[in-house]
């Protein structure tokens, strides 16, 4: 038997969004099959822009009723309005390498809205590692527990915090190994809820102190250590001032 032998195009039948209402849409482009994986190439398209999304992949062999776990790209809560979108599932991992059958996909989508909103973050452009950052909020259930995660492009650099209670604001510090860059996110989401997801905008990360001031001021302290050795050695009791 081939591995993975029923993942043929004929064997998929896609049903775009559940969310019925006039301007939405996904517009599949192709589907395409690469060793045990599944790709899906689409646009998500929406009369307003700024407009953001949830998106499921769910199949047919449990009758669409939970989403697939083995996926990757434009997937999960907190997906913008766009063209050229992709998804990838891991059909492999998920259902084994002898599975058997026919398939459907099906993708779901519902609009996205953040379970709590961020006041003033947007201000910040850069951040310092070690510095503390106030993080204030609102909204949210009074049992959220949350981690803040940092995230570089789709990839997670370092849960910042964990077990967040949500009393509305959260002093952030980030750690001393991140490494400076740019292109870094914050991602706060619910330990219960994967789906309740808070996405910041883009920031640079930046060492505590410019490489420059922290070598500058070692030169002045080891100059200053070295004129008190001459002082003391030569038994001068006070240095010279300024004139001479």
Request: net charge negative.
């Amino acid at each position: 038997m081939k591995i993975l032998r029923w993942l043929s195009l004929g064997a998929f039948l896609i049903v775009v969004f559940t969310y019925n209402a006039q301007g939405q849409d996904i517009r599949l482009h192709d589907i395409s099959i690469r060793g045990g994986d599944v790709e899906l190439r689409f646009d998500l398209l929406d009369e307003n822009p700024e407009r953001r999304y949830t998106l499921y992949l769910k199949s047919s062999t449990d009758g669409f009723i939970q989403p697939l776990q083995n996926v990757e790209g434009a997937i999960g809560p907190d997906i913008a309005v766009g063209n050229n979108k992709t998804i990838i599932w891991h059909a492999r991992e998920e259902l084994g390498a002898f599975y058997s059958g026919d398939i459907s996909l099906r993708i779901e989508g519902s609009i996205y809205v953040p379970f709590i909103v961020l006041d003033g973050f947007e201000q910040y452009q850069s951040l310092r590692r070690g510095t503390p950052v106030p993080l204030v909020w609102s909204g949210g259930r009074g049992n959220n527990i949350m981690n803040i995660e940092l995230f570089k492009g789709d990839d997670r650099v370092a849960v910042v915090h964990e077990d967040v209670a949500n009393d509305g604001n959260h002093n952030l510090i980030l750690p001393a190994s991140v490494k400076p860059g740019k292109g870094y996110h914050l991602r706060i989401v619910d330990q219960r809820n994967n789906d309740d997801v808070v996405n910041t905008q883009k920031f640079d990360v930046k060492r505590k102190l410019p490489l420059g001031m922290t070598a500058g001021g070692g030169t002045m302290i080891g100059a200053g250590i070295g004129a008190l050795v001459y002082y003391l050695l030569s038994g001068i009791k006070d240095p010279p001032g300024p004139g001479g």
